[in-house]
């Protein structure tokens, strides 16, 4: 496997923005980053899902893509309309029934890995590219999925933490940022 080529995917891809990354800033801003925590749990919980269910069915996935790759791409542009129309459109405010109730931040993190298409084309391209040509036992699969699970914490934990960094910011300039 070409050792530096994996790791400057890997890194590139996974602490660019995208909807984790996001999410995570904007849960920092709004809960601060210590409830934020459990929502980077579950980022990696469920990217390494993601990653296992890649690298089990990727073999199917290669026969379907040509039928599949033109809902998928739909699918991913309604998606990143409607997470963009929901940053433009949030005021800011909570109500204090939303700010008195504890979000659950670890299977939103989680579950949001199914509907993330840069988190499926991520997955897809990388058990594709770089797991499945040079290894065959789950034993591997389940590494990987671990080790990227774990840099999928590691990002959206970076991002959670520029988003409590600069809440005071953020929370004055809110409408310009979103």
């Not at 579950?42 to 069915?57: D, I, R």
């Not at 204090?96 to 840069?118: A, E, V």
Request: aromatic share 16%; net charge positive; proline share 5%.
């Amino acid at each position: 496997m070409p050792v530096f080529s994996f790791w400057m995917f890997i890194l590139i891809a996974s602490f660019t923005p995208g909807p984790n990354n996001i999410m995570a800033m904007a849960y920092a801003n709004r809960y601060g980053l210590r409830k934020t925590i459990p929502f980077c749990l579950g980022v990696g919980t469920g990217f390494s899902l993601l990653l296992m269910m890649c690298s089990v069915a990727n073999l199917l996935l290669v026969q379907w893509i040509p039928f599949i790759r033109l809902p998928l791409t739909v699918l991913g542009v309604v998606y990143m309309l409607y997470l963009a129309y929901q940053m433009v459109a949030d005021s800011g405010e909570t109500s204090t029934t939303q700010s008195n109730r504890q979000p659950r931040l670890f299977w939103t993190g989680l579950w949001i890995q199914f509907l993330n298409p840069k988190g499926i084309l991520f997955s897809l391209s990388v058990v594709s590219t770089f797991i499945l040509p040079y290894y065959s036992s789950l034993i591997h699969y389940i590494g990987f999925a671990v080790l990227l699970g774990a840099v999928g914490v590691c990002s959206s934990f970076s991002w959670s933490l520029g988003g409590a960094l600069f809440q005071t910011w953020l929370q004055r300039h809110r409408r310009l940022f979103n």
